[in-house]
Structure formats: C-alpha cells, structure tokens
C-alpha cells in the first residue's frame, strides 16, 4: 500500500511505527494526510489547525485497520497505551475524565476512509456512559434527562452495532424501535422528547435486558472496554455487506481500509439553545450558489442524517439561532476558501455555542459537479485543469439524460410534493422493498424504489432502480445522498404518503397504489405522479440538435465549457462505434472525431436484408454464394455512402464481417418455413443447414477474419461496397473528403491477415481502374485474442493499424464468455475478487499488460503504427486513463460515451502530466 512520506508515520529502528493522530490544542495531521487519516480523521485535522472550532479527538491510522485484517482482528501490541493517552489528553483538554463519575467525558466513535462511503460503516456516539456516569452528566448538565436520553441512545447503538441486536430483516421493526414505540404508546405519548427522566430511566432498564436476553451478555460498564467494542465495530465494518458492495460500485480497493476517529462528543441535544445539522456551501443538488442545508434543535446528528425527523432548512436558522446562523456563514465561507471545494459539513452547538464536526468534499449530482468546478473557476478560486479534475467524467452523462416531456407532466395526475433531492426524471413500477426492486429489475422492467426511509441496507435495491421515492428524510438523508451520488432520480420526505409494507400499497391524498403499479417522479421538482409519464430530451441534447438555442440554456453553455476545456487538454482522439448514419450524426454532435468502430454485420439486421443475408449464408456453394453477395452489394455500398457523407471527411473504420453465421438464422419453425418458401427452397434443405451450421462454441467457432478466409466473396463483396462508396464521393459534383480504414477481424496469425489483406488490395486495385480514381486507404487489424497481441511484431508487418477489442481479449484472456457471467459474477464481487467487472472497466494487471506488449512490440515492426480501442472499455473513464498512458491515439465508444470520454481523456492527460 502505498503511503505519503510523512516522517511520523515511517518506522525506523529507534521510533516506532505511530498509529495515533491527535487533533485539538496539539495537531499531528492535515488535509494531505488522506491515506493514512481518512478523509474525516485528515480534515478534522486541517480544521482543527486552522483554527475552527472542532472538538479534540484522535483518529487510530488505516495502518491499524490493515493490520487487523492481516493478523486475525487483533491490534498492534502498543496502541492500547496510545489510545489510552490520546483519551487523557482529549479529557484534559474538555476538563472532563473518561469514566469519571461526576465529570464523565463522552466520546464518538466514528469510521473514515480515505474517499467517503456516506452511512456504509458503524458510528458509535454518546461513548463512555454507564450506570455511574449518566448520574454524573445529569448534574453537570443540570438536565437529567437529557443525560438518560444520551444514554438510552448510547445502548441502543452499541447494542445494535457492537452486541448485534439488530431486526430480523428489513420488514421486521428494530427491537429497540419496538421497546420505545411500546413505552411511549403505554404511556400515551406521541414524541420521543415527550418522555421524561425517568421514563427513560426505565427504557433503559428495558434496553439492558433485551440486550442481555438476546446475547446472554450484558451491557458493558467498564468505559474502556466500551471504547475497544466500538473501535473493533468500526474496523469491522469496513468488511460489512453494505461497504463491500459500495466499493464495488465506485471502485474503492479493498486495501485501503479505514481509520477510526474518536472524538469528544458536544450535545446538539442539550436543550433549545442547542442543535445539529448538516450543511453544503452550494446546493448539491443543482450546483448553484446558495447556503444549503438543514437542521434539528435539540437533536444529535444522526437525527437529521437518519431521516427519523424531518429536520428545518438552514435559512430558518437565520430567525431561530441568529447568532450561530451568522458565525455558520462565516464558517462556510471559510471553509470554500480554503478547501476550494464545495464542502458538506456537519455542526453542533451545543448551549449556544458552535462547533464543526467534519467537512468533506460534498458529494453532489453530475450537472452540479460540472456547475461548481465552472463556476470555482470563473471566481478565481481554481483553474481550468483543476476545475476539470474535479468533475467525475461519468457525471457529464446526467445532462444527457432524459427529462419528463413537459406537455405529458402537465397532463399527469401529481399525487403530492416531496423534497427534491436527485434531479432527473424517472418512471417506473413501484417496488417496496429493496429485494422486490432487483426482481423487477431483473425481468427488465423500470423500478422505482418507495419507502419511509432508506438505510444503507437498500443501497442494491438503489442501484436496481430509476428512481427513490422515500416519505421521510431530508436532503442529506442516507437516501438522498447515495442517491445523488448514483446519478438517481430521487425525492425525499414526500410526507403526504403513506406506505403500508404489510398490504404493499401506497396512499396520498386519497390516491392508493399498489405494488407493481407504475409511479413517475420529477426528482427535479419534488413532484409525484401517478402512472406512466413519456420523457423528453435533455436541454443539451436538443440545443446539439438544433431544436434548442444555446443561449437559451445555462446547461448547454456549461456542458460546452467543460467540452472545450477538454479538447483543450486532452492527447486522445474521441471517435465512436457507430454503425448507422443517424448514430454517426449524433456522436459527431457529442464531438466526435471519426469511426473507430462500424460493425458492418449490424447493417445486415434491418427489414428484408436479413432474408438476402440468409441467402447468402445457406448457400452451398461460392457460385451461389455470389448470387446472393451481388444483391447485399448495393445496400452496402448506399450504407457506406450514408455514413462517409454523415462523417465528413473524418476517419471511418469498418469492420468486416465478423459474428458466427448462424446468428442470422432463424431458431423458430415458422420462421424457417417463411425462409424457405421466400427462398424457394425445400423446409428440410434449410432445416439440414442450419444444423450444419451450428457450432458447441460459436464465440470461438467460425467467426472474424476465418468467414473472410473460408468465403472470400464475402470480403470481395464487402471491400468493393466500400471502395465504390469512396469512389462515388470522391467523384461527386460536390466532392466529399473519404478516409476508408479496412479492419480485419479476430486475427491470430499474420498469414490471416495477409490472406485477407492480398483480397482488399486486389478489390482496391480493381475499383480505382474502374472508375478511373486514386483514393487512400488503411487496412488493419483488431488485437482481441492473446495471439494476436503476443505476436504483435509479426502481425505488425501487415497491419497499418491495432484496434484493441477488448470485449474479446478479455474474453479470450480470462476466459470468461461475455455473455455468461450472471451466475457466479455476485459471488465474486462478494468476495471482491475482481475488483471491478472486467467486460466495464479493463483488467490493467492482466488485458492491461498484453496490450502493452501489443504496442511495444507492434511499434517494433512499425513505427508509426497507428493504435486505438473500440471495446465497450473505450467509454470507461479508468480506462480511458490507462489507454492515454499506454500511448494509443484514440478511444472509439458509443454515441453517448463521447462527451465523457473526452473529459476523461483530458483529465488522463493531466493527471500524466502531475
Ligand atoms: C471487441 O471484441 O472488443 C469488439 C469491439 O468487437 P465485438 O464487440 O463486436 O466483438
Ligand atoms: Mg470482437
């Protein structure tokens, strides 16, 4: 693993290694310390340097966390000593004892890894109370049940997170939930702070002993004992469900681990003059300039993250605590300034006095990611390359995307009004529970995921659906946050609904709804509707394609800012795989540079070609086969027409015919009949040759350059369609600039490429006596089996240009088949054995390395060689990164993949160049 070279954390024979960071009077890191501190434990630091009122604390190193897994959950022999002086200090510093009975500190327990995993992990607040010391925190505070209710909270979470009493399944209520639901319904009350001293007094009798019957242990007393629980629960949940399928998504190494930060706990709950909440420089949400965010009086800060409550808006802050609304500006201006980010940050003030909790890079929707890095810009706080590293490349897809068709919402029925907290628009089926969402997802129906409140629990059930729709919670509730990070349609705290789990329905204002039944949402708005609602194109997509004025869109106008930074900075040329002149048009708009990828068999899909196709394919022999080739000609070369007319005068590569033959043919007896008496032939005739077609293993069978090799008329056909296509161009009354490159697929051996290669000079020669023209062109080869890459020098002598397929290498390198990963794929990412899907983002150790020795031993031969990818990897921004290092001159993706590829490509660049 690699860590920063800081001096404390190296260990050389007369210092030991340190595991402990205090934060506070004496500060040992800052924000650089990423690594090492996590995020949190780093900029508590940072804060606590620069003066901001942070409560002391200490953060215990990933080093800790990695060594507890190396060495059976177990820890280094000297921290014991460590944490126990980091605690003296930090009660020195509040005047306080841990433990101590008049005095008690309390402490937080909280996770931090070195990128946030929002809710993924366990925090312990309220640490270091027993039986004793709530006495003593009655009296300081001179508020006894403020000091019960800290400690019927405080058993509640260690009781769940430490001791494991947690609810059965997510339709099942937690067992703490449940003790405090019956008190306060025995009682007649409605709301927790209704319950008084001794009340809770008595819940917490109740909670010690349903923790002692459901564990048979009981509730530690012994502080110290408490604190190592909670320690080994947060390192523990760094391997939870919920954080490993986190990881998965967002590509967070398993090694990184997390830190572990204890902090002195101050009590948003101590009273009116006390609160907590969360708050974002900017909205999150759209990226504008605005004071955002929300709070609880007399609350702790999982109160308001949790969506128990829905908390207020900041501004209404400015009436009720004006004094801490004031000092909270500056703190958000101050904060910016320094981080020169967009910050999340979490407060407390504790009896009128303000205290920050945390800050981090806040986690925001794709169209405010591009709005804060353009507009940081344009304040001078950032410059370009800065501003464009910090926009998640995929993030540029959220303004792509489709939005409600405006006359169509009108129209609609909106059951009710919730918060708007993930722009976008979604429709789907109602799901009510997260595994239900996946079900649906599955059969390939669109889901919206409904429910009271989200916990990170449903992030699977999240990431199946379009939307969330969640009746409680704020903006910066788990649902709302994770949602905004996936780029979902989400809205929160849509108050009017209610949701029965036992009869799967769901009522607002007289309306019921039932599972399945279709929901849309307006995650822009905040508005609900019934039923089905048609979407339109996004604001981009329709100033690109000209139904749209740009200056009518502030959108467009960031979307091309972000663009022109990009093509700026970028090496990598952006071209798409695009197989029809509509597509080529659409990636041409999205700035694309030319056709790194025209799979010609999908030209052959379209109405009656696929009955000429199929002709061609059961022909017996070439004199037949040609018979059918002369009527496909003439299609292919209007094809080629269409698309070098759409490309202008950009590069085109077209593949030659590549898939295994018998994907044309029919399956289905009617089909086959239909074929057969269009054709003229005998049922049996076509039934006997699609059976001599079939092959065990078609992906490996006859398919790439070997259909070209066995059925020459079929590259003759192909290279003249094409040739004649340039020609006609060429010699047009108005002319068009062509640039045809010839790509050979699945070639293993330099004596196919050569075959195939003496076939398209031969055509070429032929064209340009015939129609009495010159024209250039490029003939190549895609490098997608191990062969071909391994034997790239030879291979070389022939090729003009290696396209990497990297859907087959990976294919054939892993040997995994692209199409059957479904059954074994969860249990891997269970167990993080591919920390990414290879067939989405490439395998760099394994892929990786043989296109390395592709391109360093294909330059060998060739010089100028020219390299590029066209696999499905070619759009992924971590791959992109690894293309641009590896020095291929483009990336060939889909039309929608452009925009995206080209900030990726410019961020590849600048991180090269650091
Ligand atoms: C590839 O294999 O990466 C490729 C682009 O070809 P196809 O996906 O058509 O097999
Ligand atoms: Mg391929």
Not at 207 to 232: C, M
Not at 290 to 296: C, D, H, I, P, R
Not at 646 to 673: N, S
Request: with cysteine.
């Amino acid at each position: 693993m690699k860590k920063i070279s800081d001096s404390s954390t190296t260990k050389s024979s007369s210092q030991k290694t340190r595991y402990v960071y205090n934060f506070g009077e004496q500060t040992d890191g800052n924000a650089s310390m990423r690594e090492l501190l996590g995020g949190k434990g780093a900029n508590l630091a940072e804060m606590a340097a620069i003066g901001l009122p942070v409560p002391p604390g200490f953060t215990v190193s990933t080093d800790v966390c990695t060594y507890f897994y190396a060495h059976g959950r177990s820890y280094p022999k000297t921290l014991a000593k460590d944490v126990e002086v980091a605690v003296k200090s930090v009660a020195k510093q509040m005047k306080r004892e841990f433990g101590g009975r008049d005095n008690p500190l309390l402490v937080s327990v909280r996770s931090g890894a070195r990128d946030s995993m929002p809710g993924m992990m366990d925090t312990i607040l309220n640490l270091g109370l027993n039986d004793e010391t709530v006495e003593g925190l009655a009296s300081i505070s001179d508020n006894p049940r403020f000091a019960w209710d800290c400690y019927r909270r405080f058993i509640q979470m260690y009781g769940d997170v430490v001791m494991g009493v947690q609810a059965l399944n997510e339709e099942s209520e937690c067992p703490f939930h449940a003790l405090l639901d019956n008190m306060k319904k025995s009682l007649n009350k409605e709301l927790d702070n209704e319950l008084t001293a001794e009340e809770l007094q008595e819940l917490v009798q109740r909670y010690k002993k349903l923790i002692a019957d459901k564990t048979g242990k009981s509730f530690p007393q012994d502080v110290y004992e408490q604190l190592w629980g909670a320690v080994g629960a947060v390192f523990g949940s760094w391997k939870n469900d919920r954080a490993i399928l986190y990881r998965s998504q967002y590509g967070i190494p398993a090694e990184w681990g997390t830190a572990v930060n204890i902090q002195a706990m101050v009590f948003g709950n101590a009273g009116d003059d006390s609160g907590t909440g969360v708050a974002f420089t900017r909205d999150p949400a759209t990226g504008e300039k605005v004071f955002y965010g929300e709070y609880l009086t007399n609350a702790q800060g999982e109160d308001v993250v949790a969506g128990v409550r829905t908390p207020k808006p900041i501004a209404a802050m400015a009436k009720e605590l004006p004094k801490n609304f004031t000092d909270l500006e500056k703190v958000r201006t101050r904060l910016e300034k320094h981080f020169k980010d967009m910050q999340d940050f979490e407060f407390t003030i504790e009896n009128g006095r303000l205290f920050i909790l945390q800050t981090r890079n806040g986690k925001r929707t794709g169209l405010a990611a591009i709005r804060i890095a353009v507009e940081l810009n344009k304040e001078k706080l950032i410059d370009q390359k800065t501003a464009l590293l910090k926009i998640p490349a995929e993030s540029v897809d959220t303004l792509l995307v489709p939005v409600f068709d405006a006359k169509a919402q009108k129209e609609a029925k909106l059951i009710c009004t919730g918060l708007p907290a993930g722009p976008g628009a979604a429709t789907g089926r109602i799901a009510f529970t997260a595994a239900q969402a996946e079900i649906e997802a599955r059969k390939g129906n669109k889901v919206i995921l409904c429910r009271s409140e989200t916990s990170p629990d449903d992030l699977k059930g999240m990431l199946h659906s379009q939307g969330i729709l969640t009746t409680r919670g704020g903006v910066s509730s788990h649902a709302a946050l994770v949602a905004r990070q996936l780029g979902k349609v989400c809205i929160c705290g849509a108050a009017d609904i209610t949701i029965n789990y036992e009869r799967k329905t769901l009522t607002a204002n007289g309306i019921t709804l039932k599972e399945g039944d279709y929901i849309s949402i307006n995650g822009t708005t905040g508005s609900v509707y019934q039923g089905l609602i048609e979407s339109a194109d996004s604001e981009v997509k329709r100033v690109l394609e000209g139904t749209m004025k740009a200056s009518e869109s502030y959108t467009y106008e960031l979307f091309n800012t972000v663009m022109e930074w990009s093509d700026k900075y970028r090496k990598l040329r952006i071209r798409t795989n695009a197989d029809t002149p509509a597509m080529a048009q659409t990636a041409v708009a999205y700035g694309a540079e030319g056709i790194g990828l025209c799979r010609t068999e999908h030209m052959f899909f379209e109405g009656s070609r696929i009955d000429d196709m199929r002709q061609m394919i059961l022909a017996v022999d070439g004199v037949q086969r040609r018979e059918a080739l002369k009527k496909l000609l003439p299609m292919q070369r209007k094809d080629f027409v269409g698309l070098f007319k759409a490309m202008a005068g950009r590069p085109v590569t077209i593949r030659l015919l590549d898939p295994p033959l018998h994907e044309f043919l029919p399956q289905d007896d009617a089909v086959r009949r239909q074929l057969a008496d269009k054709l003229g032939l005998p049922l049996e005739f076509v039934i006997d040759r699609i059976k001599a077609l079939h092959e065990e293993n078609p992906m490996l069978g006859c398919r790439g350059c070997r259909l070209g090799i066995l059925y020459p008329e079929i590259t003759e056909m192909q290279v003249q369609a094409i040739f004649e296509a340039a020609a006609e161009l060429l010699t047009a009354k108005k002319p068009v600039e062509v640039h045809p490159e010839i790509m050979i697929p699945l070639v293993g051996f330099k004596a196919e490429l050569a075959d195939q290669l003496a076939i398209v000079h031969r055509i070429a020669e032929q064209v340009m006596t015939k129609k009495k023209i010159k024209f250039k062109y490029m003939v190549g080869t895609m490098v997608e089996v191990p062969r071909a890459a391994i034997t790239a020098d030879e291979i070389a002598e022939h090729a003009e240009f290696f396209s990497f397929g990297t859907n087959d290498l990976t294919q054939t390198t892993l040997g995994l088949s692209r199409d059957d990963m479904g059954l074994f794929y969860d249990e891997y990412q269970q167990k993080e054995i591919y920390s990414k899907n290879p067939f989405a983002s490439l395998d760099k150790t394994g892929v990786g390395k043989l296109m390395q020795f592709a391109v360093t031993n294909g330059q060998k031969t060739r010089k100028d060689l020219k390299l590029g990818i066209c696999g499905e990897h070619a759009g992924d921004p971590d791959s992109i990164d690894f293309c641009h290092n590896l020095g291929l001159q483009y990336v060939s993706c889909s039309p929608p993949r452009v925009p995206i590829a080209r900030l990726a490509a410019a961020q590849a660049a600048l991180r090269a160049a650091k």
